[in-house]
């Protein structure tokens, strides 16, 4: 079973290149384009790990992370919050919220994989 990723970004041309790059190792991906849109994919699926961008429409990456650490199947899911947010303020929330990783945009393939990779085994 191949490891499954969920990226959460309202730019489609970001979820595409995170896609392509995540398929290229060998992960499984689904994506969605904001928190809201999101939250309706998330069914009891096993998803091993969320990358996700802070500002979006409808809800943001932060109040995303928040509401899926409710959920009993996703509270353990490790999120890669992948933004333009570059603020320690900010980063300290998504910690807070559960982020374990910070990726600031624009971001080099290698260094998306290598956060990936400490998260996760495929």
């Known amino acids: 079973m191949a490891t499954k990723i969920l990226v959460v970004d309202d730019s489609w041309s970001v979820r595409q290149l995170v896609s392509l790059t995540l398929k290229s190792a060998g992960y499984d991906v689904m994506e969605a384009m904001d928190g809201a849109d999101a939250l309706t994919k998330l069914t009891g699926q096993e998803i ?33 919050m992948l933004t333009t947010e570059s603020q320690e303020r900010k980063k300290q ?26 998260l996760i085994m495929l």
């Open 48 to 80: 091993h790990l969320i990358i996700c961008d802070v500002n979006m429409p409808n809800m943001d990456g932060i109040s995303f992370v928040k509401e899926v650490k409710k959920s009993d199947n996703y509270k353990f899911t490790p999120f890669i």
């Open 93 to 118: 929330e998504g910690q807070a919220a559960g982020a374990k990783a910070w990726v600031v945009k624009p971001f080099r393939p290698d260094q998306l994989l290598s956060a990936v990779s400490k």
